[in-house]
């Protein structure tokens, strides 16, 4: 006869919830497996079998995965050794029990069959107190599977269900994942002693999760969506509307090609935010690129290129591939290592060693990010000034040839050489050109803004103003900066 494991579901909690089958099954089999005591309906078991559990574990290894692995491995083993074994979980047989998942997986490895009783499970006695419809949308997780990320893999449009949360830190530490996806005020509706007579539930707001009493395996914490559709997939949906049949006329006209202005655009929003220090413009403006982008993905998609799970795969493929000392066992000493050794990855990846280095520098770029671009590879292969001496030779040497210069094209020759040298000099003081020269763009207008005001304070046109009186106005403006920076 095939080696058998029976897997029992002895519900939430009520002994009077244990199904039939479940019953019978316990009832008929001389060995029984628990993968805890610590459950209601324990002390009303069928008599005749002989009990045994796992607590052991629970109470010698901190790590919850590594006590589920090893529960799995140690019944698999027994099964081997004892005919007619049975293991009960609180619970569902089929699912939320992480020691079921792994012995299905080995004993399909192992040849040995499973004969499985389902039971109530912990979200049905869960959405009954809470009167959820599980079916109208649910997303159900174990506390230490969320904790186990730093950004919790939930949808916010959908109501999500967190069970296990097992004691005070483990609730802390849950709620502070959640809050990289809720706002901190969020309502949560709390279920403690969930199975027994004494569970209820209590309404608070997520950050006050870990204040509640009664956090353990027996308490659960129900989160509604979001009040606004705030999910990329809903973010793609709506976009996809819009290029429907029936959508807007606009939208639906539009092209990658077509699409292109607006990329840049708002790109250099984004960029205006961040150099405003505005977090409210800024996140304003991410959402305007983030409308850019799902629209070439929503296009892709309607032609039949590729899908944003598509982009999405490749690039967290990309990012563990080219980062080996963060998901693999690579080492690095610094930050310059790192860049190096991405470097050399992409190389690895497009087997383009044949290739220049340079050919991955957009020509889209601005020309003055282009240079930067341009000599920061270079410099992480070795092609680099010694010191910064050496830089700052180079750009003197290269403004006196602009100097010297007799020829409008040698005039244009030359000054490409030096914004060139200069770039590089910035790259060595570690100032990005591009910002820098933007930001100083942003200070000139602000400053000409305030000449114009005084000349319409004064009642005069700018160019009738002389020299000196616009240069006098220009250090008022400056010192007004200084005072109000």
Known sequence: MPTTITLVGLGPGDPLLITRAAWEALAASPHVYLRTRQHAAVASLPKGPSYESFDDLYDQIDDLSEVHHQIAERLLDLAIEQEGLTYAVPGDALSGDATTSAIRSGAAERGIELVTHAGISWVDAACALLEVDAQS?????????????????????????????????????????????YPDGHPIRLITALGTPQAHVISASLHELDRQASLDHLACVYLGALPERSSVASHQDVIARLRAPDGCP????????????????????????????????????????????????????????????????????????????????AAVSGSEEVLRNWEQIKRQERNDAAKSLLDGVSRALPSLLQSFEMQRRVARVGFDWPNLAGVQAKFDEELAEWCQAQTAAERASELGDV???????????????????????????RRFAYLERCAHQQGVALEDCTLETMDAWWDQAKQEEERNP
């Open 137 to 181: 949308g649910l997303q159900v997780h174990a506390c230490e599977q969320v904790i186990a990320r730093l950004h919790p893999n939930l949808d916010p449009d959908v109501p999500a269900l967190i069970m296990q949360l097992g004691n005070r830190y483990l609730a802390s530490q849950l709620k502070l994942t959640l809050m990289n996806l």
């Open 250 to 329: 606009w939208d639906r006209e539009q092209t990658h090609t077509t699409m292109r202005t607006n990329l840049l655009e708002e790109t250099y929003e984004v960029l205006d935010a961040l150099d405003s220090g505005d977090m409210d413009k800024l996140c304003e403006e991410l959402g305007d690129l983030m409308l850019q982008i799902i629209m070439h993905v929503q296009i892709a998609t309607e032609e039949g290129d590729f899908r944003l799970v598509d982009a999405v795969a490749a690039n967290i493929a990309k990012l563990v591939r080219r980062h080996p000392h963060v998901f693999g066992d």
């Open 419 to 445: 914004l060139f040298s200069l770039v590089n000099l910035a790259r060595w003081y570690e100032l990005d050109p591009e910002s820098a020269l933007r930001e100083t763009n942003q200070r000139f207008a």
